[in-house]
């Protein structure tokens, strides 16, 4: 027989612990590996509103370390982190985080270890009492009837440290679950979970959970980060620049508009892994996922019915219209928009995952840089070209004044778009042409 069990088995047989049943409210999350995690409150601590809190936590073989925090945030409570010490004994690493980064540890959190908590056969068991564990940082009540709680774990072999401060890198799963601890109100035992099972009063339950795969999300996260940006950094602005560089009236039905369009979802995709994403970090706010929601919007709802009226109205008429000057800067603006959203995002990212690259937001504005670089220097190119009569130079054919209004409204329909203005004799006859069969 185990010392503990012996123990156990003496403190019941000497009634030590028969003045009363320990309720224990308790959560073992099904993607945790086994993992389980159980709370109970004495009377006491729940009638005068503060005092001790009773946790347990439980890992099978094969858990390097887990925790178990309050509150639904990682700044909102204790955290309690476990991993093996040696062969027997546990290490309890009480942590606070402050802001978004790795929680460091907090000796002024009163948590103990208390008998029956080691390792034994390889499992991990930390009993542990929490002196100041009743009330949230934010000031909010910890015991309440709905009482939320996060956890996470990662696998491995034993850490074996004592070490409390150890660097844990990401873990592989996390989730929150909340529970109702009036359901964990009993007793009055100093050590709660070192009772007999049939002592126990057991509440596995939970009124609601999240369960999150690390892995699963860090790649959602690239995936997100990388469909958005090819759309909007790449293809958005180099799909709108082949009017320039093949003016055709075929351009715009036959390439610029399926081009766009596959873009446009691509888009898309990327920004419902983006939602996936902050479902999963449970950050809806922000001014990230609002700029997306509008330049998406804009991609999806506005540009493509504005591209296509100004098309229908090109085929009839063979000029620009209303629809075809908005599409165009609005098109430029939507585009404009996602990219700065992306920069944001990195930000954004930085705040919640210290482990991005900072290669990566530098990579991604000298690309952003670039892109602009070349997208004035095609539209200046293309200006240049189809104005021979006027001096060459970039600066002043950019913010020149049309010479007459008569131009500004001719177009070059040889391309289906405003974008060369030529004068208005070659395009009567440019026009002719092209609709030849
Ligand atoms: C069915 C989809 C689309 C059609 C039929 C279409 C059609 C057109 C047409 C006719 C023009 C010439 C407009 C003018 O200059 O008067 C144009 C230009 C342009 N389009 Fe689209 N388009 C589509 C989708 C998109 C999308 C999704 C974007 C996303 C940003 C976009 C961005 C642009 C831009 C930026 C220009 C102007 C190029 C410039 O001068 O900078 N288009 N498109
Ligand atoms: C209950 O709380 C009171 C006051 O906080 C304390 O004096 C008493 O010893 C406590 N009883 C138990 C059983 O912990
Ligand atoms: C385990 O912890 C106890 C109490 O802290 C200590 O007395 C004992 O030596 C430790 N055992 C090992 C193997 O570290
Ligand atoms: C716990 O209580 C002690 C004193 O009672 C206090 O110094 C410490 O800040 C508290 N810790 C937390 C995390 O509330
Ligand atoms: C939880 O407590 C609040 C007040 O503290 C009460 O209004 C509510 O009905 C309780 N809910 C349950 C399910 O007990
Ligand atoms: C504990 O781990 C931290 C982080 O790895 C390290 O900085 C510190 O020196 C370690 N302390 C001891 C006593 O080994
Ligand atoms: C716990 O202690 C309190 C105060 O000492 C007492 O009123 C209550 O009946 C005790 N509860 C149990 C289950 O023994």
Same mark, same amino acid.
């Given at each position: 027989m185990k010392f503990s069990h012996f123990l156990t088995a003496?403190?019941?047989?000497? /009634?030590?612990?028969?003045?009363?049943?320990?309720?224990?409210?308790?959560?073992?999350?099904?993607?945790?590996?086994?993992?389980?995690?159980?709370?109970?409150?004495?009377? &006491?601590? *729940?009638?005068?509103?503060?005092?001790?809190?009773?946790?347990?936590?439980?890992?099978?073989?094969?858990?390097?370390?887990?925790?178990? /925090?309050?509150?639904?945030?990682?700044? +909102? /409570? #204790?955290?309690?982190? %476990?991993?093996?010490?040696?062969?027997? #004994?546990?290490?309890?690493?009480?942590?606070?985080?402050?802001?978004?980064?790795?929680?460091?540890y907090d000796s002024s959190i009163e948590a103990y270890l208390l008998d029956g908590s080691g390792v034994d056969d390889g499992v991990m068991t930390a009993n542990i009492r929490c002196d100041n564990c009743t009330t949230l940082a934010g000031g909010g009540n910890a015991l309440s009837n709905s009482s939320s709680w996060m956890w996470a774990m990662t696998h491995g072999p034993p850490l074996m440290s004592s070490n409390v401060s150890e660097t844990l890198y990401q873990h592989d799963w996390h989730g929150t679950f909340t529970v109702d601890l009036s359901q964990a109100v009993g007793s009055n035992h100093s050590n709660p979970f070192f009772v007999p099972v049939s002592d126990l009063l057991k509440f596995p339950q939970y009124i609601n959970q999240q369960q999150v795969s690390d892995t699963i999300l860090h790649k959602k996260r690239i995936a997100h980060g990388v469909m958005t940006s090819v759309a909007f950094v790449l293809l958005f602005p180099n799909f709108a620049l082949l009017l320039y560089y093949v003016p055709s009236r075929r351009t715009v039905p036959w390439v610029h508009a399926p081009l766009q369009m596959f873009a446009v979802l691509l888009a898309l995709?990327?920004?419902?892994?983006?939602?996936?994403?902050?479902?999963?970090?449970?950050?809806?706010?922000?001014?990230?996922? %609002?700029?997306?929601?509008?330049?998406?919007?804009?991609?999806?709802?506005?540009?493509?019915?504005?591209?296509?009226m100004q098309h229908l109205h090109f085929r009839r008429t063979g000029t620009s219209s209303l629809y075809g000057i908005s599409h165009r800067y609005l098109g430029r603006f939507f585009a404009a928009l996602g990219i700065i959203n992306g920069g944001v995002g990195f930000h954004y990212a930085a705040a919640k995952n210290p482990d991005i690259p900072p290669a990566s937001p530098i990579a991604y504005g000298i690309i952003c840089g670039s892109m602009f670089v070349i997208y004035v220097a095609v539209i200046l190119w293309r200006r240049s070209k189809s104005q021979p009569k006027t001096p &060459?130079?970039? /600066?002043?054919?950019?913010?020149?004044?049309?010479? &007459?209004?008569?131009?500004?409204?001719?177009? +070059?329909?040889?391309?289906?778009?405003?974008?060369?203005?030529?004068?208005?004799? +070659?395009?009567?006859? *440019?026009?002719?042409?092209a609709w030849l069969p």
């Open positions: 003496a403190v019941s047989a000497f /009634g030590l612990v028969r003045s009363g049943c320990s309720q224990i409210v308790s959560h073992k999350p099904s993607e945790g590996a086994g993992i389980s995690y159980s709370i109970n409150v004495p009377q &006491n601590t *729940s009638t005068s509103g503060s005092g001790p809190i009773y946790l347990q936590m439980k890992a099978p073989p094969g858990i390097k370390w887990f925790a178990l /925090g309050q509150g639904s945030q990682m700044t +909102d /409570g #204790n955290m309690f982190i %476990v991993y093996s010490e040696s062969e027997r #004994n546990i290490t309890l690493s009480t942590r606070r985080a402050s802001g978004h980064v790795e929680p460091l995709a990327g920004f419902g892994v983006g939602v996936s994403v902050s479902k999963d970090l449970q950050e809806i706010g922000g001014y990230h996922p %609002v700029i997306g929601y509008v330049a998406v919007g804009g991609v999806v709802f506005i540009q493509p019915v504005l591209g296509i &060459n130079r970039f /600066g002043l054919a950019f913010f020149r004044r049309r010479p &007459n209004k008569q131009v500004l409204v001719k177009y +070059d329909n040889s391309s289906d778009s405003t974008l060369c203005v030529q004068p208005s004799s +070659d395009v009567e006859a *440019s026009r002719e042409k």
